[in-house]
């Protein structure tokens, strides 16, 4: 791999357009990412992937992985760049109840990984991570355990053992899916002051203050939750790059709903819910994953059954959705999927048919036509990007 990974120690480097890195990407300094992809291992998989990304034409290469046997599906990589967590999504841990959160340091001249240490996330089968803006903390939702945690991060970028938890309580109309709480993600807003919570088992966004004294979460005094429509089963979020919206993409329902976010108290307003399946489709589907573009002109959701993207556009004065299509992803059960920085690729991670399948987005219409390129590697689950600046 030519060139070398340029952090820069910002945050979410590649999107930060306050310290160059934007405008190198944009002047096609950067040509390349290294992508890391988190899996289930059940299958037989390695465990993570590290492959390049060629930007221009979306050809992606498997570079190796990192070994690791207990289900690293979902990844989150350290603002500085110099480290990647992964969850691993099981029941026991280490021969205790409870899932595991892994930390990884980045070799900086190959992007390999390599293991630093591993946490418990207290509660059962974690299924999202991600890290503070400041780089002090992970953040963990457990889907099983219905609950979240905060792990410290120490200077070499290991974790040290949960300094905060949140338990979830209650539930919803369905008794299959919702008997009990399963939190399914966990974001952090813009501010780094709140924290936001899908919990498809309650039909609950659960809001958070971000207490980074103490390592811990707090509910928002002025809004501690939004309800979403009942056996919606609330999934992933996101927040609109002009900071004035947020949407959650839900399993159960099969929608999108767009809210106005006021930063300064934490809280969300209901704008619009749009359905993410076309007119007429009667199989099982559930959604998975969602996010805005980095221009903010567009809102992409994966549909798990359809097997599609679905697409729509954003006005950005009053956050109304309205549709543009949908888009085969090539492949069975789409869960997560990335859109990079310059938002002309779209990767989308078929679990069930083993591949990941790169798209072109049309920045007018923000339609995807594939591009011909993919790769195959088992089970794939979650897609992470980090650029290598001067690379060919």
Known sequence: MSGRLDTNGCQNPFFARENGFWLRIMAGECREMLIYIGTYTRRGGKGIYVCRLDLPSGAMEILGGAEVADNPSFLAIHPDGHQVYAINEVAEFHGKPGGGVSAFSIDPETGALTLLNQQSSI?????????????RYVLV?????????????????QLEPASGFVQHEGSSVIPRRQKAPHAHSIVVDPTNRYVYVPDLGM???????????????????TQPYVRVTPAHGPRHFAFHPNGRYACVINEIGCTVTMYAYDDTKGTL????????LPDGFEGMNGTADIHFS???????????????IVVYAVDEETGELSYVGHESTRGRCPRNFCIDPTGNLLLAANQESDNVVAFHIDQETGEL??????????MPVCIQMLPVVGGR
């Not at 036509?369 to 088992?378: F, N």
């Open 369 to 378: 036509e594939p591009t011909g390129a993919e790769i195959e590697l088992p």
């Open 294 to 308: 980095p221009s903010g002109k567009f809102v992409y959701g994966s549909n798990r059954g359809h097997d599609s």
């Open 269 to 276: 307003e209901e704008i619009q819910t749009v359905p993410t």
């Open 123 to 135: 509660g059962t089968e974690p299924c999202y991570v991600t890290v503070d803006k400041t780089g």
């Open 203 to 221: 039909d609950k966004i659960m809001i958070y203050w971000l207490d980074l004294e103490n390592g811990n979460l707090v509910p928002n005094e």
């Open 141 to 157: 939702a457990n889907y099983a355990g219905g609950s979240v945690c905060v792990l410290p991060i120490v200077s070499d970028g």
